[in-house]
């Protein structure tokens, strides 16, 4: 479960801020320039510091992003100009601080609780809303444990000496989140949810 974090948001009804979430990722995509990019990412900063990330908290998210940034960057700098390459990467990193608002300032339960409600009328049409918000908490649940396996994958080849090879972070990553998800599969086929 997210820690929840002290802040404005945190009073806010979890539906407000999904919905919230929603429209600005639109008008992110939307809204066209690199000028605007960065306005988004100024955005995205307030939001992150309304739902009470600070140092660390705040850092984590950038730090995630700042490899696969600096890539994006560098191609989309590389095809389109710098102007693209600001565009592409900031508007991205607003989202992400968008998002991590959210689940900062909101329970996991809250939000998953949230997404059910809001498909019940899908239901009628085949659609499961329970099997919607645990596809969302998989998710959400997912990502933190990789991040956790990458950096013990890393370590274990930076002790090994291995650190440049890109082999010896690869290889062992990929193994161990297929053995991961094939162990989530398990645990969910064993609930009945495998079906």
């Known amino acids: 479960m997210s820690v929840r974090r002290r802040g404005?948001?945190?009073?806010?009804?979890p539906g407000i801020k999904l919905l919230g979430l929603f429209a600005f990722g639109i008008a992110v995509v939307v809204a066209p320039g690199w000028v605007a990019a960065?306005?988004?990412?100024?955005?995205?900063?307030?939001?992150?510091?309304?739902a009470g990330l600070r140092g660390r908290a705040l850092w984590r998210p950038i730090r995630?992003?700042?490899?696969?940034?600096?890539?994006?960057?560098?191609?989309?700098?590389?095809?389109?100009?710098?102007?693209?390459?600001?565009?592409?990467?900031?508007?991205?990193?607003?989202?992400?601080?968008?998002?991590?608002?959210?689940?900062?300032?909101?329970?996991?339960?809250e939000l998953l609780d949230t997404i059910a409600r809001a498909l019940a009328p899908f239901r009628r049409l085949g659609v499961s809303p329970e099997r919607v918000a645990l596809a969302f908490s998989l998710a959400i649940r997912t990502i933190p444990q990789a991040f956790g396996?990458?950096?013990?994958?890393?370590?274990?080849?930076?002790?090994?000496?291995?650190?440049?090879?890109?082999?010896?972070?690869?290889?062992?990553?990929?193994?161990?989140?297929?053995?991961?998800?094939?162990?989530?599969?398990?645990?969910?086929?064993?609930?009945g949810l495998g079906d």
Do not use: K, N, Y
């Not at 404005?8 to 009804?13: A, F, K, M, S, T």
């Open 8 to 13: 404005p948001l945190r009073g806010l009804d």
């Open 38 to 50: 960065l306005g988004a990412l100024g955005i995205g900063f307030v939001l992150a510091l309304l």
């Open 64 to 109: 995630a992003f700042a490899l696969v940034g600096l890539l994006l960057f560098a191609f989309q700098a590389w095809q389109h100009g710098w102007e693209r390459g600001v565009e592409v990467v900031a508007e991205l990193l607003a989202l992400i601080l968008a998002a991590s608002a959210v689940t900062a300032s909101t329970a996991v339960d």
């Open 149 to 191: 396996l990458a950096r013990e994958t890393r370590d274990a080849a930076r002790a090994r000496g291995l650190e440049r090879d890109p082999r010896a972070f690869a290889v062992p990553f990929a193994l161990r989140m297929v053995l991961h998800a094939r162990d989530t599969g398990a645990a969910l086929h064993a609930r």
